[in-house]
C-alpha cells in the first residue's frame, strides 16, 4: 500500500490505472470505514481511500480540534482491508490557498442536519469536489448513516457531471443497534450505554410506520420526547421521502427516519430506510 501527501504524486501514481474507487474519509477508521474500502474492492482494481479533516466543513466551535488524527493506525487497518492507495494531504496541500471558490448545495442540504450545521454541507461537497478532480475515481462509496451527505453527493455529481458512479454502502452497527461512527469514541461508558436510544427510537418509527401508522409528526414527537426526557439535546427527529428528502405525501413508500442528537458533548446521527 502506497502513503500519499502530495497531489502531483497521488495524480502519477493512479495514472496507469484502469479503474480506480474512491473512499474519502477523515480518518479515525473504523469497522463501518473499512466495509466501505471492501465495497469499493468490489468496483475497481485500485482503492484510493483519502484521510484528511476538512475545516471547511466544521462549523465554528464544532469538534475540529479535537477530531482525532490516527494516520499511523488507520493506514495499519487499511493495509489489512486491502486499500491499495492512501492519500493523506495537509491542509497546505489541498488548500494552498483561501477557499473561495467553493460549491453551494442544493436547496435540500438546508433542512435537517443543514439546518443545525450552517455551512457544512457546502464544506463537504467542496473538499468531495476536489477529491474527485484531484483522484478521477471511476466509482466513490460513502455510507448511508450519513444520509443527507450522500444525498447530497449525488446531486453534486448528476448537476456537475462528473463520471463517478457513487456507491452508498450500508451502515455498520455495534451488536446493540449504535451505528459506528468516529465521534462515539468521545462517548463516556454511561453514555454509550444510553447511546443506542436514538437507533431504538427510529426503529420504533421504522415498525410503526411499516405497520400502517401516518402519524408521522406524533410518531418523530415521541422520539424526541422520549430522549429529551432521557437528558438529550435533540437537533431533529424526521420522516423524510428518499426521493427528494421531503416531508412525505401521500404517494410516497420509500421513506427515511432520520435523526440527530446530542448525549454531552457528543453528537450522534442515524437513519433508517422505511417502506410505507
Ligand atoms: O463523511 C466524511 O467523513 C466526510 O464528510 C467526507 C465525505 C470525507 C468529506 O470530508
Same mark, same amino acid.
Given at each position: 500500500?502506497?502513503l500519499?501527501?502530495r ?6 501514481r ?8 474512491l ?48 494516520l ?19 491542509? @497546505?496541500?489541498l ?6 471558490i467553493? &460549491? *453551494?448545495?442544493? !436547496?435540500?442540504? #438546508?433542512?435537517?442536519? %443543514? ?26 462509496v ?12 449525488? @446531486? ?9 458512479? &457513487? *456507491?452508498?454502502? !450500508?451502515?455498520? #452497527?455495534?451488536?446493540? %443497534?449504535l ?20 437507533n431504538?427510537?427510529?426503529r ?13 409528526? @406524533? ?12 437528558g ?26 432520520l ?15 422505511i417502506?410505507?
Amino acid at each position: 500500500m502506497d502513503l500519499i501527501h502530495r497531489v502531483a504524486e497521488l495524480r502519477a501514481r493512479l495514472a496507469g490505472e484502469p479503474s480506480v474507487a474512491l473512499v474519502p474519509t477523515m480518518g479515525n477508521l473504523h469497522a463501518g470505514h473499512l466495509s466501505l474500502v471492501a465495497e469499493a474492492g468490489r468496483h475497481a482494481g485500485c482503492v484510493v481511500t483519502s484521510i484528511f479533516v476538512n475545516r471547511l466543513q466544521f462549523e465554528p466551535g464544532g469538534d475540529f480540534d479535537r477530531y482525532p488524527r490516527t494516520l499511523e493506525g488507520d493506514c495499519a487497518a487499511l493495509d489489512r482491508a486491502g486499500c491499495q492507495v492512501v492519500f493523506a494531504p495537509d491542509e @497546505a496541500e489541498l488548500y494552498p490557498e483561501p477557499q473561495e471558490i467553493r &460549491i *453551494v448545495p442544493p !436547496e435540500s442540504a #438546508r433542512q435537517l442536519c %443543514g439546518d443545525f450545521r450552517p455551512g457544512h454541507f457546502e464544506g463537504v461537497a467542496t473538499v468531495v469536489a476536489k477529491l474527485f478532480n484531484i483522484v478521477a475515481p471511476h466509482t466513490a462509496v460513502f455510507g448511508r448513516k450519513d444520509y443527507q451527505q450522500l444525498f447530497v453527493i449525488r @446531486a453534486l455529481v448528476r448537476q456537475l457531471n462528473y463520471p463517478v458512479a &457513487i *456507491v452508498g454502502a !450500508e451502515t455498520v #452497527r455495534e451488536p446493540d %443497534g449504535l451505528a459506528l461512527s468516529s465521534r462515539n469514541g468521545y462517548l463516556s461508558s454511561e453514555e454509550r450505554t444510553e447511546a443506542v436510544r436514538l437507533n431504538r427510537n427510529l426503529r420504533r418509527i421504522k415498525d410503526l410506520v411499516e405497520s400502517g401508522r401516518r402519524d408521522f409528526g @406524533a410518531l418523530c414527537a415521541f422520539a424526541i420526547k422520549d430522549l429529551t426526557s432521557a437528558g438529550w439535546r435533540v437537533d431533529y427527529v424526521a420522516l423524510r421521502n428518499q426521493s427528494g428528502l421531503a416531508p412525505p405525501g401521500p404517494g410516497d413508500r420509500d421513506l427515511v427516519v432520520l435523526g440527530a442528537a446530542w448525549i454531552g458533548k457528543t453528537r450522534l446521527i442515524d437513519n433508517l430506510d422505511i417502506r410505507a
